[in-house]
């Protein structure tokens, strides 16, 4: 392992890709605090398997481990490690869209975190079954679920 | 009309990434979320009636959502171990205890601290009900609740700094419920009032056990500490005092030396290992332990080490006992030397415990055995301190057999050759 080298691109991967994640994460976990906690484990452990393989696609590996830590219950805050005042009202998304933000916290965490792949990366269906463990036409039950949930809220907030 | 709703939705949904404060300081709390859906990620709200003639209702109503299938989770996880079987006889009959727990977000609270606490209250005979708290400036209002309520005990689980704004009114809370004869049990807050009893693991002891771990590991060379959070919050010194104490003789004989000691911002993973890379070339990577107050740093201390290939050379020391399978894992790793396990069923069991004999007797100070302990800087405090128990390669089947995590889990990816003795 070349030590300098495989810091520098560490440090470029956090670069470009840590805000993504968080934005990512928050929309999951509905908490933007969490979720900057949640990426940063995640860069721990990329960290831990610093270099990836060459063939693995940066992104798709941390938003894979992210979402599998946000999604797992048995991921909880350290205890001491606690900040002082939480941030879990999200008045970030309540100040956008208040409507479409109280459906989607409706919505379980790991509907959300296929909602958030597909629609706003692009991941096939497929893709998101991988990456968060269950079959594909769980997800696309998820999906068409979770879009008929939305409908209504966007329709309604267009007229 | 499909695909107008696909672009629609795309929009509003980057709308929202967009507005993630990403590096932002932390916002504080609205005082009016009654419209608020939870944005709970992992728990869900959940509120368990166990008496509906209780008529704590009204003022909490807007923060409730009864989830039948939330409270089925948390009931089926009501994981205590079978050594914690609570005594027969009724001795709290009827008597009312609160709970306000902040962050209940935390999935550790409603799987293992609570149903272990409320366990103990039920088998007394007593009743028991629990709120919600959101921080510091809701929480004096849910104590004044559950004072007028009628209830005899009220257990707070705190979240907020000792110096946070609102700290002096939960204070005076405490204050007013303890005049009117209502114990209150500090549940693992550090919450700087003698009047309130404390329970929680003994963090003072927990770093006497880090660091007897690693000193019988490495009794001689360069160390590392890590300590918590800097500012209000007494925990990060109290560690460090045990740490410091069980050192003090390998410092003194020349065995031990401390090359580098810190704070780290939030407990933080992350900053933990670019300060331990930091530290590693200040010196050489000359270090031949690491003392870190949490598991969390534990795992960017790892980290940093992998990157200069000395992980599993260098003995790393971390506490929180397990809250994550992945720590443990670096215990059957050897890339973790010691967890200091705190088994939260205990410290539920603890603290149900105490509310049952403060049913009868609200007087603190009567309550057998308890210690005082000196918040630095701050009061000194009547506690029941639990000991933790300290989880190395060789009893890494304790968490195991006792259901706290899977086999599958802590000797994930280890392999057979190098396999502690749990995992084979």
């Given amino acids: ?159 | 009309m499909s695909d107008d709703f696909d672009l629609r939705l795309r929009n509003e949904l980057r709308a929202l990434a967009e507005a993630v404060p990403v590096n932002g300081p932390l916002s504080t709390m609205p005082h009016d979320r009654s419209a608020m859906v939870s944005g709970l990620p992992i728990a869900p709200r959940v509120r368990a009636r166990h008496d509906a003639s209780l008529g704590l209702g009204a003022a909490v109503v807007a923060l409730v959502l009864v989830v039948v299938a939330g409270f089925a989770i948390w009931s089926g996880r009501n994981a205590v171990p079978a050594s914690s079987t609570p005594s027969p006889t009724p001795t709290a009959s009827g008597c009312l205890v609160g709970g306000v727990w902040n962050n209940v977000a935390e999935s550790r609270i409603q799987a293992f601290d609570q149903p272990a606490l409320e366990k103990q209250i039920l088998a007394a005979g007593g009743r028991y009900d629990w709120v919600e708290g959101r921080g510091a400036p809701d929480t004096q209002a849910q104590i004044d609740k559950f004072v007028a309520d009628g209830a005899k005990v009220i257990v707070v689980r705190s979240v907020w700094s000792l110096d946070d704004p609102d700290a002096p009114a939960v204070l005076s809370a405490i204050d007013r419920a303890v005049a009117a004869g209502v114990a209150v049990i500090d549940y693992d807050g550090f919450i700087d009032s003698p009047k309130a009893l404390l329970v929680a693991f003994d963090p003072i002891e927990t770093g006497r056990i880090e660091a007897r771990a690693t000193l019988a590991a490495v009794p001689k060379g360069n160390y590392v500490i890590l300590k918590g959070h800097p500012e209000g919050q007494v925990v990060p010194d109290l560690m460090a005092s045990g740490i410091h104490e069980v050192l003090q003789p390998a410092i003194d004989r020349g065995d031990v030396k401390i090359v580098a000691e810190t704070y780290i911002v939030n407990w933080d993973p992350y900053t933990a290992m670019e300060e331990m890379k930091s530290i590693l070339s200040k010196n050489g990577n000359k270090i031949d332990a690491v003392i870190a107050e949490s598991n969390s740093m534990a795992s960017g201390v790892i980290a940093a080490l992998e990157e200069v290939g000395l992980d599993g050379k260098v003995a790393v020391a971390g506490q929180g006992g397990g809250d994550d399978w992945w720590d443990l894992n670096h215990v059957a790793a050897g890339t973790q030397t010691v967890d200091v396990w705190t088994d939260f069923r205990l410290m539920g069991k603890a603290a149900g415990d105490a509310a049952v004999a403060l049913c009868k007797d609200p007087d603190i100070s009567k309550l057998a055995g308890t210690s005082q302990l000196s918040l630095p800087g701050h009061h000194q405090v009547t506690a029941i301190l639990l000991t933790p128990q300290a989880i190395t390669k060789d009893n890494l089947n304790l968490v195991i057999d006792s259901g706290w995590l899977k086999k599958d889990d802590v000797c994930a990816s280890i392999a057979p050759s190098a396999a502690p003795p749990a995992c084979r």
């Fill in chain 1, 1 to 159: 392992m070349t030590v300098t080298a495989g810091w520098a691109s560490l440090d470029e991967a956090f670069r470009e890709h840590q805000q993504w994640l968080v934005r990512r994460l928050a929309l999951v976990v509905g908490d933007a605090e969490e979720a900057r906690d949640l990426a940063q484990q995640t860069f721990v452990r990329a960290a831990e398997r610093w270099p990836l393989p060459p063939a693995q696609d940066v992104p798709r590996w941390l938003a894979v481990v992210g979402l599998r830590l946000a999604l797992n219950e048995r991921r909880r805050r350290h205890r001491w490690g606690f900040l002082p005042v939480r941030d879990t009202d999200a008045t970030w998304a309540m100040q956008v869209n208040p409507d479409l933000w109280c459906a989607l916290l409706k919505l379980e965490p790991k509907v959300r975190a296929a909602l958030v792949l597909t629609v706003l990366d692009g991941y096939t269906q497929d893709e998101v079954a991988e990456a968060l463990g269950v079959a594909r036409g769980t997800v696309a039950s998820w999906l068409s679920r979770s879009r008929d949930r939305l409908r209504p809220v966007l329709e309604e907030r267009v007229r």
